[in-house]
């Protein structure tokens, strides 16, 4: 159902300079780079060099908070880390029916795919779905 | 360098009780679970149904302590919750001398493959690195 963790996201307080060590120490790339304005922040997507296929690929998502919202919170009362891993699926709406999680509601996330949040925290961990291909809806 | 995300890792404070949410949720399986005495923990990697390939999957790793050390220090000072990233590279030593790490020692981890931790946690995350191959050591 859910294909591969697609990325794990690390709220920071700077993109710009904290992308810089995962280029030098592991040659990991920017990719996607954009802001989210509905969520306030600013996203950029780090792969590996061999990571030229974005249907199996797991990124590394830096996310910068550049307005109020979950991430400034977050900075602010935890300061940079890790924040939550996104798991893929097909069909996110599909996925969100088998899981018994159909009163979530989809957002245009990043890279324009539907997105969600869950509530439920396994383990303290934050979960985001994502569907695979972009969002018919954007 | 690294090719890929290997693992995340998530400290947990029961194993049992934890896989289930991703195998009922996800649909994820349990696959390698060992114990690993130098470090005092519990160790399981999940994995998608598609996740067949060991050299491009990523996993996701439970981490439970099973005695003294900093697994159970993490979960007595922050609970359970992400702890760590885990690149994977095809020649550890290699990669840590390009990086200019030559001092770290690398030691017979999970699955039997050479790992380090770094000290430097960037944007306070907690790097792993392994080597894709199981050790040559162990």
Do not use: K
Request: net charge negative; charged share 20%.
């Amino acid at each position: 159902m859910f294909s591969r963790i697609d990325h794990v996201g690390v709220v920071v307080a700077d993109i710009a300079s904290s992308q810089r060590w995962y280029e030098d120490q592991l040659g990991w790339t920017p990719t996607d780079s954009e802001y989210l304005d509905s969520v306030g922040v600013h996203l950029c997507y780090l792969r590996s060099p061999d990571g030229d296929d974005e249907r199996t690929v797991t990124f590394l998502q830096l996310v910068q908070p550049v307005g109020p919202g979950p991430i400034l919170d977050f900075l602010n009362q935890r300061g940079e880390g890790l924040h939550h891993v996104c798991f893929a699926a097909d069909n996110l709406h599909l996925a969100l029916g088998r899981m018994g999680e159909d009163s979530v509601r989809p957002f245009v996330g990043g890279r324009n795919r539907l997105a969600c949040f869950l509530e439920a925290t396994p383990n303290g961990v934050l979960i985001e779905l994502t569907e695979v291909a972009p969002s018919r809806v954007g």
